[in-house]
């Protein structure tokens, strides 16, 4: 078992920043995929940022550039920093844990084994 807890969201004005962290526990260590999906209303569940074995990155066009995951072995936490925030990113940020046999992080969010309770971010023009 995996547990999540994200925490960092909140309300910021475009152009702003915000930082996302995600505490795990349990068997961490059994999942090498984390990853960060996003839900606006009306809209599925997509995935913008993962990470595989701690190191390789993905990112979604819509946030390259702009977003940045990383991962605290030390800490069991994965964090999202992301700047130049938009309106368009007002969603429920959630984070994820799962496993890659291919070496790359599903983008499919049903591939994913543990989610968080999600935190929200809304962003105002």
């Known amino acids: 078992q995996v547990q999540l807890v994200e925490s960092g969201g909140g309300s910021v004005q475009a152009g702003g920043s915000l930082r996302l962290s995600c505490a795990a526990s349990?068997?961490?260590?059994?999942?090498?995929?984390m990853g960060w999906f996003r839900q606006a209303p009306g809209k599925e569940r997509e995935v913008f940022a993962t990470?595989?074995?701690?190191?390789?990155?993905y990112y979604a066009d819509s946030v390259k550039g702009r977003f940045a995951i990383s991962q605290d072995n030390a800490k069991n936490t994965v964090y999202l920093q992301m700047n130049k925030l938009k309106p368009e990113d007002t969603a429920m940020y959630y984070c994820?844990?799962?496993?890659?046999?291919?070496?790359?992080?599903?983008?499919?969010?049903?591939?994913?084994?543990?989610w968080g309770q999600g935190t929200q971010v809304t962003v105002s023009s």
């Open positions: 994820a844990a799962g496993v890659s046999i291919s070496g790359l992080c599903s983008q499919d969010a049903g591939a994913w084994n543990y």
């Open positions: 990470i595989y074995l701690r190191v390789t990155t």
């Open positions: 349990g068997d961490i260590y059994s999942r090498n995929c």
